[in-house]
């Protein structure tokens, strides 16, 4: 399984701070995405970087990609407390999102 | 993108009842999918719904446990069959549209007690 591995597991921060993720995956990709869940509810995709390409802009959302290192980054810059959520990073290696692989997700929680 | 809806929301069930799922969307898509996600934990793909051919189910998960349905481009049932209170947790469809994007329903709350 290639299930990707993210910290941290929970990061807490004040609202107007950056928040950054890390997911790290095992094998080769096609393309990273991230989601965000809102407690327990549906994800809302985020962004897609694919494996040609080392950042992506998105908002106030900023994604980076390493392949070399098999790692990616989500950075949010000027947290709000609607922020607050669970981030998932999901690899495709088939190019077709057909068969996508979760990672275990970090915990933000932005306070006032 | 597209729009997809659950029903239900959620569900408070008595081991051994069955439970059906409903996931809806708002256009056609060839590839439909059913996800887990028990309590604290990330998603776990349970199976793939085909268009007038049988699910195709990953590892761990079989149709006499979780028997999905696919009459339509547009629709697709999850049935919870036998349920135990392992079978607590958050199920959600979601679709493939975009070509390389899967969009997620609201997902349906499910507690066994």
């Known amino acids: 399984s290639q299930q990707g591995e993210e910290d941290p597991q929970a990061l807490s921060i004040q609202e107007g701070e950056n928040a950054t993720m890390n997911c790290s995956y095992k094998?080769?990709?096609?393309?990273l995405q991230w989601y965000r869940q809102n407690s327990g509810r549906g994800l809302v995709h985020l962004i897609l970087?694919?494996?040609?390409?080392r950042e992506k802009h998105s908002g106030r959302l900023r994604v980076t990609l390493d392949t070399s290192k098999k790692s990616s980054s989500l950075l949010i810059t000027a947290s709000r407390a609607a922020d607050t959520a669970s981030y998932f990073c999901?690899?495709?290696?088939?190019?077709?999102?057909?068969?996508?692989?979760f990672g275990t997700g970090t915990r933000l929680q932005v306070t006032l | 993108s597209a729009v997809i809806s659950q029903k239900p929301s959620r569900d408070i069930c008595q081991r051994g009842t069955s439970l059906t799922i409903q996931c809806q969307v708002d256009?056609?898509?060839?590839?439909m999918f059913w996800y887990r996600q028990q309590p604290g934990q990330s998603l776990t793909l349970i199976a793939t719904?085909?268009?007038?051919?049988?699910?195709?189910?990953e590892s761990g998960f079989v149709i006499d446990k979780f028997p999905i349905s696919r009459p339509n481009l547009t629709f697709s049932t999850l049935t919870v069959s036998n349920m135990s209170p392992e079978d607590s947790s958050i199920y959600l469809c979601?679709?493939?549209?975009?070509?390389?994007?899967?969009?997620f329903g609201p997902g349906t709350r499910l507690l066994v007690l």
């Open positions: 979601s679709v493939v549209a975009g070509r390389e994007t899967q969009y």
């Open positions: 094998t080769s990709i096609n393309n």
């Open positions: 970087i694919r494996s040609n390409e």
């Open positions: 999901a690899t495709d290696d088939t190019g077709t999102a057909s068969k996508l692989t």
């Open positions: 256009s056609q898509v060839t590839m």
């Open positions: 719904a085909n268009q007038g051919s049988e699910a195709t189910y």
